[in-house]
């Protein structure tokens, strides 16, 4: 099985390299990915919709070199829906960029098949200001997502007391985010979280951070508040991650992040997502 000839809702796509190795330490393939990524799109749409997505490539598999795309490919379908959004401060100098929006099984078929294994989005929708609050836990060694929980916990028991409810998930690398759903400019979101990750680095100074200077966090856990800045992005809920396994940024329960004491109790593989969606559904749907 090399290249084929597909058609996807309506849309002729060319999908090439089936068969291609791109987690080797499973045997994962390409078409994998791209069956993945099928298989999970009705959950994975809805947290993609109308957000301008970064693509992270990996075209040589997660051992390889990868890149992070912004611009949409030249050689994209005319159907892939595109937005012209502004980047001002762009490190390539470029005032504008035509970011893939991905809405469709089509176009998610289509950034399966370059090998884009990882999708970041930010946490606005084209247009709008930001509907979500999120806080990326990020681990600084010996600390884990076991030690990540209990921040989680204490985030939440905070984020509720200001009448904010708050979803979990992995990030299918290191850590976990928290996902707050707000109304468009109800808040503004990166002063909130700034003052939140410093507030808690006051109140357990063993356990946790708010820095970003890198020497301050080992053993603890970096609340990176940063991700709400309207450049900033974060992997997406069901997104692949280029580990050395085909693991998942996946949404968790708080049950499981409370009963959570060691690294694999919240380690999630393709296979293993696939049929947690198939008996709890979207455990990430804050819209209701």
Not at 21 to 42: C, H, S, W
Not at 58 to 63: A, F, I, L, M, S
Not at 168 to 176: E, H, L, Q
Not at 261 to 288: H, I, K, N
Request: net charge negative; hydrophobic share 40%.
């Amino acid at each position: 099985m090399g290249d084929q000839v597909v058609e996807v809702e309506g849309r002729r796509l060319k999908i090439t390299n089936l068969d291609k190795v791109l987690y080797p330490e499973t045997g994962f393939t390409k078409g994998q990915v791209i069956d993945y990524y099928a298989r999970i799109a009705p959950v994975l749409l809805p947290h993609l919709k109308d957000r301008p997505c970064t693509l992270r490539r990996y075209p040589n598999g997660v051992d390889g070199q990868s890149f992070f795309e912004k611009n949409v490919a030249r050689h994209a379908p005319d159907w892939v829906r595109t937005e012209r959004l502004a980047t001002p401060g762009s490190s390539q100098g470029n005032e504008y960029l035509d970011f893939v929006i991905i809405d469709d099984l089509p176009t998610l078929a289509w950034v399966a098949n370059l090998a884009a294994l990882e999708l970041h989005v930010p946490q606005w929708t084209v247009g709008n200001d930001p509907d979500l609050l999120v806080f990326d836990l990020d681990p600084g060694a010996p600390a884990t997502v076991v030690e990540c929980c209990q921040v989680a916990l204490w985030l939440r028991e905070e984020l509720a007391e200001g009448g904010y409810p708050a979803w979990a998930k992995t990030s299918g690398a290191k850590g976990m985010q928290l996902y707050v759903p707000v109304e468009p400019e109800e808040m503004d979101t990166w002063e909130y979280a700034r003052e939140l990750a410093e507030r808690l680095a006051k109140q357990h100074p063993r356990h946790v951070v708010a820095t970003m200077a890198k020497a301050q966090r080992g053993g603890k856990i970096f609340i990176d508040w940063s991700q709400n800045k309207p450049a900033k992005t974060t992997v997406a809920p069901y997104s692949l991650r280029a580990r050395p396994r085909p693991t998942v940024s996946t949404p968790i329960t708080w049950q499981e992040v409370e009963d959570c004491d060691d690294v694999q109790d919240l380690t999630f593989t393709a296979d293993e997502v696939r049929a947690r969606v198939a008996e709890f559904g979207d455990l990430l749907d804050y819209r209701g």
